[in-house]
């Protein structure tokens, strides 16, 4: 269930002060800056990042699945990776960390998410609007929202996302590449 603030829709249990939420905004709007001129230098169009319960910065990666062509080289897969070598551990739980990601987690990145052990994931573009805009095909996540939220995983959505949409309309209007498998028989 989606719930409308003067502050974007924030998705499942709503736990975040406006301070907090303000903080999600800034880190989400960087992200999408980031994310612009990365997609410049090759990367595909999506920026992560995890921080710790202070704000620190663990890591952040981009989508690397065309420069080392490899389709498991998502944004949130890589930073999920590239945190577990930072931190030397595979279980992030008792870290008590966050993830932001410049668009919705897709099946595969919602499952790592899932058992990395985050407790929270901000996002900002939906899956239907990168599907609309990109092509991309996102993947079938059928209550995905309220199944992290019986393991306590909580999910703010939507933040900031025109200025997200605005970067994926840029990418797909500059011609670069829309990676997926053909389903065709
Ligand atoms: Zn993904």
């Known amino acids: 269930m989606a719930v409308e603030t003067k502050l974007g829709y924030i998705y499942g249990k709503n736990k975040l002060t406006e301070e907090g939420f303000e903080k999600a905004r800034h880190i989400i709007l960087g992200l999408q800056e980031e994310n612009a001129k990365l997609i410049e230098e090759g990367y595909g169009p999506f920026l992560a990042a995890i921080y710790d319960k202070n704000g620190k910065l663990i890591a952040k990666m981009p989508n690397t699945v065309s420069k080392e062509n490899c389709c498991l080289c998502h944004a949130e897969v890589n930073t999920i990776k590239k945190a577990s070598e930072v931190l030397k551990t595979y279980d992030f739980a008792p870290l008590d960390l966050d993830i932001y990601v410049t668009a919705e987690p897709c099946i595969m990145c919602a499952g790592a998410i899932m058992w990395s052990g985050i407790k ?40 900031e996302s025109n200025e997200g949409i605005k970067v994926l309309e840029k990418y797909v209007a500059s011609g670069k590449e829309i990676y997926k498998p053909s389903c065709e028989r």
């Open 120 to 159: 929270r994931v901000f996002y900002s573009v939906n899956s239907s609007d990168v599907e609309r805009i990109t092509g991309f095909d996102e993947g079938f996540k059928p209550n995905w929202i309220e199944e992290f939220s019986k393991r306590n995983i909580e999910v703010y959505g939507e933040i």
